[in-house]
Structure formats: structure tokens, C-alpha cells
């Protein structure tokens, strides 16, 4: 079973610009879950979604959003860019209730 | 709410060596605890999960967990070190009551393994 896929692996943007990261997960897995890793702050929660719907939100600015389709396939936004915002972004899926999450590769991005 | 709190950002031990690395948990209520790794350039990947089934928890890799609640601990050991284990560890907890989708990882410890 194919795991979970994230793209692009790397992104360089400008401060200002906005960004789209996708995320597909395990097949037949239908929650997702996003975190943002810095070497500061370490691994952070962001948001997940299952089902199509926003079941939580981690304490982030509204710059970051997400979404995710019918097929569980998820994007996740981030406006606005600021430098602080470099980061590598992992997405995370799980077919719920108390079973573990299982990560992909991320998506390294750089603001500059 | 959860939290974890790993002691030792940087672990060196030689090959063939015992391998522990410590993390401390919070929680006000039973807790779902996890050890992730995190090889350079890649996702994690989990090692082994304790979700109150059996106090001492096997995981991949020959690595496995105790949990202790008397010292809220969760500390991960693995008997003799493989060059291959060097990478960065993460403890987590589950912050999202019965499901997993959100965890609270620790700072992460960074494990060397000299030959």
C-alpha cells in the first residue's frame, strides 16, 4: 500500500507571496492531519480534516488554511508569506479513532 | 492539556551500545504515547505506540517502551545501538482524546552512534 505523498518535496517563495501543498493519504485513510516543523518550535499541530470538514485548528494566524476533497486528499494554504514561515510542512494520515498517524516526506519550504 | 517533555536534545552512544532515551509525559487523563524517528530529509516514522494494553510495548527496529505511571515516564531503549539508528527521536502524545490526529511531540532527541 502506497503510503502517504506529499508535493512538492521543495518551494522557494517570495515574503508575500501564497503557497499550495497537497497531500494524499493512505488509501482508505480519511482523516488528515497537518504540522509545521521548525528548528525552534519544534513539531507543531496545524489543522486536520476529516471527512471534507475542519475537526481542529492549531494556533496559527488565519494566513494558514486548508482543505481537503472527497477523494481525502488534502491542500493546505499559506498567504501572505512572511520569512518566519520557512519550515518543512508534514502532512499525516490516520483511518481514525485510536490508530496511529503514519507521515509523509513533508514539503521543505523557504521563504525569502 | 498534554504534554511531553524529552530530556537530552543530543544522545551519543557507541555501537553495540544501550541505546535510552528518556521522555516524561503530562496528561490529566490516560494517555495514548508515541516514539516517532526522523530520519534527515524524511517524514517520521512510527517506532511503537502505548495505548494501555501492556505497560512494556515493542516496537520496530528492536526498539521498545516501558510506560510508568508512578514516574509518568515513557522512555525508549534498545539493546545494542545499529549505526543505522542514528536519526532524531520524537515522543508524542495524543492531545485529541480517543483519536490520534493530534499530538503534542516532545523537542526531539538527536541520537549519534559512533563506530
Known amino acids: 500500500k502506497a503510503g502517504v505523498t506529499q508535493t512538492p518535496r521543495y518551494l522557494i517563495k517570495t515574503r508575500g507571496q501564497q503557497v499550495t501543498l497537497s497531500c494524499s493519504p493512505i488509501s482508505g485513510h480519511r482523516s488528515v492531519s497537518w504540522y509545521q516543523q521548525t528548528p525552534g518550535q519544534g513539531l507543531q499541530f496545524l489543522f486536520e480534516?476529516?471527512?471534507?470538514?475542519?475537526?481542529n485548528k492549531g494556533n496559527f494566524p488565519g494566513r494558514f488554511s486548508g482543505r481537503q476533497f472527497s477523494n481525502s486528499r488534502s491542500e493546505m494554504n499559506v498567504s501572505t508569506l512572511e520569512l518566519g514561515d520557512s519550515a518543512l510542512y508534514l502532512c499525516?494520515?490516520?483511518?481514525?479513532?485510536?490508530?496511529?498517524?503514519?507521515f509523509g516526506n513533508g514539503t521543505r519550504l523557504t521563504v525569502t | 492539556a498534554q504534554s511531553v517533555t524529552q530530556l537530552g536534545s543530543h544522545v551519543s552512544v557507541s555501537e553495540g551500545a544501550l541505546v535510552l532515551l528518556r521522555c516524561n509525559y503530562s496528561s490529566s487523563v490516560p494517555p495514548y504515547l508515541f516514539w516517532y524517528v526522523q530520519y534527515p530529509n524524511q517524514g517520521l516514522q512510527l517506532l511503537l505506540k502505548?495505548?494501555?494494553?501492556?505497560?512494556l510495548v515493542k516496537g520496530i527496529n528492536g526498539f521498545e517502551a516501558e510506560f510508568k505511571k508512578s514516574e509518568t515516564s515513557f522512555h525508549l531503549t534498545k539493546p545494542s545501538a545499529h549505526m543505522s539508528d542514528a536519526a532524531e527521536y520524537f515522543c508524542?502524545?495524543?492531545?485529541?482524546?480517543?483519536?490520534?490526529?493530534?499530538?503534542?511531540f516532545g523537542k526531539g532527541t538527536l541520537l549519534t552512534v559512533n563506530p
Open positions: 502505548y495505548t494501555s494494553a501492556a505497560t
Open positions: 499525516a494520515s490516520s483511518s481514525g479513532g485510536d490508530r496511529p498517524l503514519h
Open positions: 508524542a502524545v495524543s492531545d485529541s482524546g480517543g483519536s490520534n490526529y493530534k499530538l503534542t
Open positions: 480534516y476529516f471527512s471534507e470538514t475542519q475537526r
